[in-house]
Antibody
Framework: QVQLVQSGAEVKKPGASVTVSCKAS????????IHWVRQAPGQGLEWMGV????????RYTHRFQGRITMTRDTSTSTVYMELSSLRSDDTAVYFC???????????????WGQGALVTVSS | QSALTQTASVSGSPGQSITISCTGT?????????VSWYQQHPGKAPQLIIY???NRPSGVSDRFSGSKSGNTASLTVSGLQPEDEADYYC??????????FGGGTKLTVL
């Protein structure tokens, strides 16, 4: 079955960077885009961006432009999301999610990672 | 981009039906049929329950149904059950390049 397994919780100081990983299994890694969505404590969902595991192309929402980098490693079927210049309001659970469309971008997510809590605190 | 507008909370008794609305604009909800709904229980990852406005993924109960009229999408949960108590989020594509979520609706089963 499709599984997305994320790395564990992180605690970072303001100004630092964090990298969250998302290892995919149970399907052809290159055939589905992977998105990143975050959720601040007690708040709603926020879409951050997407990566095409096939070619590595990315698209980020404006809010994170310049601070976010998504990469992938096809040899391990793993996607990475790095967020830099961390602030206290970046404290959130970060989810990776698989696009429902095969070889296309539909912005609907049929499988999610378990989430990784990133806490930014001095 | 502004979040889609959802009612903050809704409640119903077991067996009843409730509807959650998701209002956007002609640039998102009204523009494409890439509207989806997610159910999220506390401490868990969201789960897709409706995609393409009204389609259910395999394994999702047919008590969940979706529709759209103009710039407003709706999720109806019929025959409420205690396990339906959760947060519900809608989402929609903007100009095929970005995604926006609704603010979320907390469903309470009385």
């Amino acid at each position: 079955q499709v599984q997305l397994v994320q790395s564990g919780a992180e605690v970072k100081k303001p100004g630092a960077s964090v990298t969250v990983s998302c290892k995919a299994s149970g399907y052809t890694f290159s055939s589905h885009f992977i998105h990143w969505v975050r959720q601040a404590p007690g708040q709603g969902l926020e879409w951050m961006g997407v990566i095409n595991p096939s070619g590595g192309s990315t698209r980020y929402t404006h809010r994170f432009q310049g601070r976010i980098t998504m990469t992938r490693d096809t040899s391990t079927s793993t996607v990475y999301m790095e967020l830099s210049s961390l602030r206290s309001d970046d404290t959130a659970v970060y989810f990776c999610a698989r696009d429902i469309c095969s070889n296309g971008l539909c912005y609907m997510f049929d499988s999610w990672g378990q989430g990784a809590l990133v806490t930014v605190s001095s | 981009q502004s979040a889609l507008t959802q009612t903050a909370s809704v409640s119903g008794s077991p067996g009843q039906s409730i509807t959650i609305s998701c209002t956007g604009t002609s640039s998102d909800v009204g523009d494409y049929n890439y509207v989806s709904w997610y159910q999220q229980h506390p401490g868990k990852a969201p789960q897709l329950i409706i995609y393409d406005v009204s389609n259910r993924p395999s394994g999702v109960s047919d008590r969940f149904s979706g529709s759209k009229s103009g710039n407003t999408a709706s999720l109806t949960v019929s025959g409420l059950q205690p396990e339906d108590e959760a947060d519900y989020y809608c989402s929609a594509v903007i100009s095929t390049t970005t995604l926006v979520f609704g603010g979320g609706t907390k469903l309470t089963v009385l």
